[in-house]
């Protein structure tokens, strides 16, 4: 449902999501799946147990061999993928690391050629 009160256009988000078709749907959910809030909140609940504000999603009492809730699916995908993941972000910062010390000398060779001219 969507009403507008005052200056204000409330949209029943819920209920939107079942009337849209479902390839406009998983568009939708898509394009939210990829923003800040949506990716901070889902590790969250990956790596805590819960947002912030303590909620979750569904998740078995117990560990299942297969299947689960998607929430059971992504903890035991990113728990499988856990080496690559951090291997390749050690391989990130270790470039940007070597940019930052390369940035560092080449201001320090500037500044010892400036302090030189005077």
């Known amino acids: 449902m969507i009403t507008y009160t005052g200056h204000t256009l409330n949209i029943d988000v819920e209920e939107l999501l079942e ?3 479902d390839d ?6 898509e394009t939210l799946s990829c923003t800040d809030a949506v990716i ?3 590790a969250d609940q990956i790596v805590d147990g819960a947002t912030e504000n303590g909620l979750y999603g569904a ?3 117990a560990a299942a061999v ?3 809730t ?3 699916i992504a903890i035991r995908r990113v728990a499988l993928a856990a080496p690559d993941v951090a291997a390749k972000e ?3 910062l270790q470039i940007a690391l070597e940019r930052a010390e390369e940035e560092r000398d ?3 060779l500037e500044l010892q050629k400036n302090r030189k001219t005077y």
Request: glycine share 8%; aromatic share 8%.
């Open 106 to 108: 080449n201001y320090l």
């Open 24 to 29: 406009e749907k998983l568009r939708f959910i």
């Open 19 to 21: 009337l849209l078709p």
């Open 59 to 61: 998740r078995l009492c």
């Open 40 to 42: 901070k909140h889902v």
């Open 70 to 72: 998607a929430l059971d």
């Open 90 to 92: 050690v391989l990130r």
């Open 66 to 68: 297969a299947g689960g």
